[in-house]
């Protein structure tokens, strides 16, 4: 079965990615996801410019039905991933940046639009704005200014990484925003912000920072990602692709978030819980799903969700 799928000028040979933060810290993660028949590139955990611990254990915990976590950005340091994406990769290398501020996050462009680096960076829209303000993706005027300044000088191939929403004025909002960008993908969505998990044995959260609220990961998600998949497709330019993440644990996952559109698709929870080897099983069941149905290739199907 066909899989693959071009985002500005980086061809993906095949349909799979990790979601950003999962087995992407350090060069042995990405050099395994790499080495991965079933991978067909690799998005480094968002970089701020120095290096970060991150939150106090525990800050990650599967859950029944997905994952709870407030990880804090822990990562190497920008250059880190720089350098990983100058030297070593094999597939595409997606370079993602969330700094603690609009100044940071330009800083770090800066640097890519001024290195040799040809592949897709990823702007991590959830990461924090002013105190006070809500992450930048849900200040619509922060998102519209910060992506005005971007494209005054950053002229290399860039996307968003956009956290759900809820809203049906919501996505149309933010769609208008994003449609006056040369943005090369929008890649939806990131955790669900801010959920909580109770432990109803010991009475208490399950993670340490934040007082237990974290991101929601795995098949909690995926009506969510489903959704936001498909209002931004129905809304974006066709121009601008589409990452689907969010709540892929089966093949027939990958076939939803396939009909609502997606071009690529990452998987992140279920990438943590069962490893690399996710991305074979994903594979064959999609393969299988398609053969039963007759297609040839993912382009026959890709966007063609029907209503009733
Ligand atoms: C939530 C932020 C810490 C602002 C950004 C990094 C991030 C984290 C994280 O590092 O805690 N976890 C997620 O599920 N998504 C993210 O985008």
């Known amino acids: 079965v066909k899989m693959d799928a071009q985002i500005a000028n980086v061809k993906f040979d095949g349909l799979f990615i990790n979601a950003s933060g999962v087995h992407c810290q350090l060069n042995n993660d990405l050099d395994e996801l790499q080495a991965n028949t079933f991978v067909a590139g690799t998005v480094t955990k968002s970089a701020t410019l120095a290096s970060r611990p991150g939150n106090p254990r525990p800050r990650y915990v599967d859950l029944a039905h997905g994952s709870i976590n ?18 070593r990769p094999s597939k595409p290398v997606i370079l ?11 800083k770090m462009l800066t640097q890519i639009q001024e290195s040799s680096f040809d592949g897709l960076t990823e702007l991590n829209l959830s990461c924090p704005n002013v105190i006070g303000k809500p992450q930048l993706a849900y200040d619509f005027q922060a998102t519209e200014e910060i992506l005005t300044a971007v494209f005054s000088f950053f002229k290399k191939p860039l996307g968003v990484k956009l956290p759900p929403y809820f809203d049906l004025v919501h996505f149309d909002q933010m769609a208008a925003i994003l449609n006056k960008f040369p943005l ?115 382009a026959e199907l890709r966007g063609k969700l029907k209503t009733l």
């Open 70 to 87: 407030s990880m804090g950005l822990p990562n190497q340091g920008f250059d880190y991933y720089l350098n990983y994406a100058l030297t």
């Open 96 to 106: 993602s940046v969330a700094g603690l501020s609009v100044a940071e996050n330009l």
């Open 184 to 298: 090369s993908h929008v890649n939806s969505i990131n955790s669900i912000g801010n959920g909580l998990w109770v432990d109803p044995v010991t009475e208490s959260v399950v993670i340490k920072p934040k007082n237990g609220f974290g991101g929601v990961g795995g098949a909690y998600i995926l009506p969510t990602a489903l959704a936001n998949v498909r209002a931004f497709r129905m809304r974006l330019n066709p121009a601008i692709k589409l990452i689907g993440t969010g709540g892929v644990t089966t093949g027939a996952d990958v076939f939803a978030h396939l009909l609502c559109g997606a071009d690529i698709i990452a998987v992140g929870t279920q990438l943590q819980v069962e490893g690399p080897l996710v991305f074979e099983r994903l594979t064959n069941e999609l393969a299988a799903i398609m053969d039963e149905k007759n297609y040839q290739d993912i």
